[in-house]
């Protein structure tokens, strides 16, 4: 773990364009209490898919070249480089689609035993369908991400990213919710 949450460290720089996050209050709790000794800091996330050209969402937006997606036709890798202070041992993400604000926690990945060294990539495949928010949990560590260009065929729709640790005692973090919702569209 140290070896790719050293990698990891030099990846949160490429994706800071995606990881501007908000702390949030409310939302889901997948321990039993709030942590005194486990706080989340930052997050980036990224997806293998990237887009080539600009694009125009169901809602008139315009979605910049290069940006991440999640093909809902096709499994998606997630990545998720994150921060914290304390240890952490497992940790949640949920997505909240942002017209529809319905939401889906799923365990994104587990330590095994607690990490303490304050930093890591979480990664997880999202399956076909993930609109809105169904997640299978073949989660793994990763220190590289091969990013695919898709041709997008239809827009579907766009959710948030929340992420939630839980610590040794099993108890919960503070929340970080990315400040922009990732589109989900299907790909060719």
Do not use: H
């Given at each position: 773990?140290?070896?790719?949450?050293?990698?990891a460290i030099?990846?949160?720089?490429?994706?800071?364009?995606?990881?501007?996050?908000?702390?949030?209050?409310?939302?889901?709790?997948?321990?039993?209490?709030?942590?005194n000794?486990?706080?989340?800091?930052?997050?980036?996330?990224s997806?293998?898919?990237r887009?080539?050209?600009?694009f125009?969402?169901?809602?008139g937006n315009?979605?910049?070249?290069?940006?991440?997606?999640?093909?809902?036709?096709?499994?998606?890798?997630?990545?998720?480089?994150l921060?914290?202070?304390?240890?952490?041992?497992?940790?949640y993400?949920?997505?909240?689609?942002?017209s529809?604000?319905?939401?889906e926690?799923?365990?994104?990945?587990?330590?095994?035993?607690?990490?303490?060294s304050g930093?890591?990539?979480?990664?997880?495949?999202?399956?076909?369908?993930?609109?809105?928010?169904?997640?299978?949990?073949?989660?793994?560590?990763?220190?590289?991400?091969i990013?695919?260009?898709?041709?997008?065929?239809?827009?579907?729709g766009?959710?948030?990213?929340?992420?939630?640790?839980?610590?040794?005692?099993?108890?919960?973090?503070?929340i970080?919710e990315?400040?922009?919702?990732?589109?989900?569209?299907?790909?060719?």
């Open positions: 773990m140290k070896k790719l949450a050293l990698a030099g990846l949160t720089g490429i994706l800071a364009s995606c990881g501007v996050t908000v702390t949030v209050s409310d939302g889901f709790t997948p321990g039993s209490g709030a942590s000794s486990l706080s989340l800091k930052d997050f980036a996330y997806t293998q898919y887009t080539t050209t600009a125009t969402d169901q809602n315009t979605v910049a070249a290069g940006s991440y997606v999640i093909c809902d036709n096709l499994n998606t890798e997630m990545y998720v480089d921060t914290w202070q304390g240890g952490l041992s497992k940790l993400v949920q997505f909240k689609g942002l529809t604000g319905t939401t926690d799923q365990e994104f990945y587990s330590y095994g035993q607690v990490d303490y930093s890591g990539r979480a990664t997880s495949t999202l399956t076909p369908n993930t609109a809105p928010l169904r997640v299978l949990t073949q989660n793994k560590l990763s220190a590289q991400a990013v695919v260009n898709p041709v997008i065929v239809r827009v579907k766009n959710t948030f990213v929340r992420v939630q640790g839980v610590d040794q005692n099993g108890q919960y973090s503070n970080k990315s400040a922009q919702a990732f589109p989900v569209v299907d790909c060719q």
